[in-house]
């Protein structure tokens, strides 16, 4: 029977190539960019430099030996390029436009429709995305 650092040498062996150290680099990542935390390390060879770059991680601009990894940006959509050239706004920073009439409010299937969309995606309702979604659709 092997000691506790053997098997545990053993175990980790075995896991290799079975999306294990995927595993924990993706709980890390995810880690890193719930708290905003930069990620650094420096691999020991250049198959370990392509398999950190699967997460996200880029190699220093500079030439040197470090890789880094910035955390995901926390809005969850993309700013568009108006005509001027400048950023659109987001809706929900927009007024509503006067040809639109008075707002109506969401009938209880859809209610039920944009609760059900957050809870699938993880977010608290009520929020304007999943309301939106639903209301642009078609039937009551």
Aim: proline residues 8%; hydrophobic residues 35%.
């Amino acid at each position: 029977m092997p000691d506790g650092a053997t098997a545990a040498w053993i175990d980790w062996i075995e896991s290799k190539r079975k999306g294990a150290g995927a595993e924990a680099m993706q709980k890390l990542a995810s880690i890193a960019d719930r708290d905003n935390i930069v990620l650094r390390l420096s691999p020991d060879n250049p198959d370990l430099s392509r398999y950190y770059s699967r997460f996200g991680f880029e190699a220093d601009p500079a030439g040197g030996e470090i890789m880094e990894r910035m955390p995901a940006p926390k809005n969850n959509y993309v700013m568009k390029k108006a005509r001027g050239g400048l950023a659109a706004k987001p809706i929900w920073d927009k007024n509503r436009p006067e040809d639109l009439g008075k707002p109506k409010s969401l009938s209880v299937k859809k209610k039920a429709a944009a609760k059900r969309r957050a809870k699938a995606a993880g977010r608290p309702y009520p929020n304007l995305v999943d309301n939106l979604a639903v209301a642009r659709k078609k039937g009551k």
